[in-house]
């Protein structure tokens, strides 16, 4: 049986999708068969940083209704044979899924994947609701800002109330990936730092991602970071997030602020 993690936040606009794709893509890499289901129905922004927004023909919708077969639906990635992706629809609304038809899809890709990772909508609305319901486990994104923080801490309280999980009195495994972390900002008090993200939130650090163009470069051309650049430093801190999933005991670098040379600081001087 396949392992499901639902990937959340309760904020937009933290990496949350460049996340999913980036940690499916490194878990793919490793020889785990890995489906991605992108839960945003009605925006649908999964295929596109996949790079397979051209291959969609039938989605999660689709699927959950029961009017087209999972087979159908799947895409398989073309550089990873192990690495697949479940569409979101882009012409329909939330209130689209039902709880009874998500458990019948998600029932069926645990047979089928290793890992089940699911890109949840931002919020605390009914499709981030669903898209968290049959995990197994949970990657809480944020970024250092205290209205991600605080709303990251809403989402671990769903995740304790609203899972099937929690409410047959099991614990949900929760982790935090801290994104688009800067050192130089973190060191002048311009963010939180990672030990104020972590006293609040009180749950395990899965990894942080440094602020970096590459993820960027990579999303614009449909592809994760971790495939397009894998030398990237943000590439891989994902690498080892995804190792650390998988059970590896990697402790967890904080960035450093990048010194520059002398050419460099003439050079960024004349500039300004």
């Known amino acids: 049986m396949g392992k499901v993690i639902v990937v959340t936040s309760g904020k937009g606009g933290v990496g949350k999708t460049t996340s999913t794709a980036s940690l499916g ?6 020889g785990k068969n890995v489906v991605l289901i992108d839960f945003d129905v009605g925006l649908r922004n999964l295929d596109l940083v996949m790079g397979a927004e051209r291959r969609v023909v039938f989605d999660l919708v689709n699927v959950a209704q029961e009017n087209a077969k999972l087979s159908q639906a799947l895409i398989r990635d073309k550089r990873i044979n192990s690495l697949f992706l479940l569409p979101a629809s882009q012409t329909r609304d939330k209130d ?4 009874e038809g998500v458990g019948r899809v998600i029932a069926a890709l ?8 699911c890109d949840s909508p931002a919020g605390i609305e009914r499709g981030a609701q669903l898209a968290m319901r049959f995990a197994d486990e949970a990657v809480i994104v944020t970024n250092p800002e205290v ?7 809403r989402i671990i309280g769903l995740l304790d109330a609203k899972t099937v999980k929690a409410e047959k009195g099991e614990t949900i ?13 973190a060191a002048r008090g311009e963010m939180l730092s990672i030990e104020d993200v972590l006293e609040i939130l009180s749950t395990p650090l899965l990894g942080i991602i440094p602020e970096n163009q590459g ?6 051309v449909g592809s994760p970071v971790t495939l397009h650049e894998p030398t990237n430093v943000a590439a891989k801190a994902y690498v080892e997030a995804a190792r650390r999933l998988l059970g590896e005991k990697l402790p967890v670098a904080l960035p450093t602020v990048e010194k520059k040379g002398f050419l460099d600081r003439i050079l960024g001087r004349k500039a300004a």
């Open 173 to 185: 495994n929760k982790h935090i990936l801290v994104t688009r972390y800067d050192a130089a900002r």
């Open 215 to 220: 993820v960027l470069r990579a999303s614009n």
């Open 110 to 117: 645990r047979e089928k994947f290793d890992y089940v990772i």
């Open 96 to 99: 689209a899924l039902t709880e």
């Open 25 to 30: 893509a490194a878990l793919a890499q490793t």
């Open 147 to 153: 209205s991600s923080v605080r709303d990251s801490d």
